[in-house]
Nanobody
Framework: QVQLVESGGNLVQTGGSLRLSCVVS????????MNWYRQSPEKQRELVAT???????KYADSVKGRFAISRGSAQNTVYLQMNSLKPEDTAVYYC???????????????WGQGTQVTVSS
């Protein structure tokens, strides 16, 4: 069993910044990819950012240049720094670990419970 816990969501004004955190439980040794997704009632779930091997990053065009995904020094934490926020960034943000290696074996995918980000205009 692997648990992912997101935090950092909040209400901010347009142009503001937030940093989301995703903490992975100690049962996980490592993982191949960590993703941040977001979903709002009006849209399908969208892949926002991915970090692979703790170094290689990819972003959706809608957030490129504004968001940054990184792995913390503690190794079990992944961050999503969000700058220049817009109302259309309003959504529940989820972290997702892919190909997770644990003592019990390989887990293909694990999700957190989500954290709400609301950007007011």
């Amino acid at each position: 069993q692997v648990q992912l816990v997101e935090s950092g969501g909040n209400l901010v004004q347009t142009g503001g910044s937030l940093r989301l955190s995703c903490v992975v439980s100690s049962s996980a040794f490592s993982w191949n990819n960590m993703n941040w997704y977001r979903q709002s009632p009006e849209k399908q779930r969208e892949l926002v950012a991915t970090i692979t091997g703790g170094v290689v990053t990819k972003y959706a065009d809608s957030v490129k240049g504004r968001f940054a995904i990184s792995r913390g020094s503690a190794q079990n934490t992944v961050y999503l720094q969000m700058n220049s926020l817009k109302p259309e960034d309003t959504a529940v943000y989820y972290c997702n670990a892919q190909t997770v290696y644990t003592r019990a074996g390989l887990i293909p995918s694990s999700w957190g419970q989500g954290t709400q980000v609301t950007v007011s205009s």
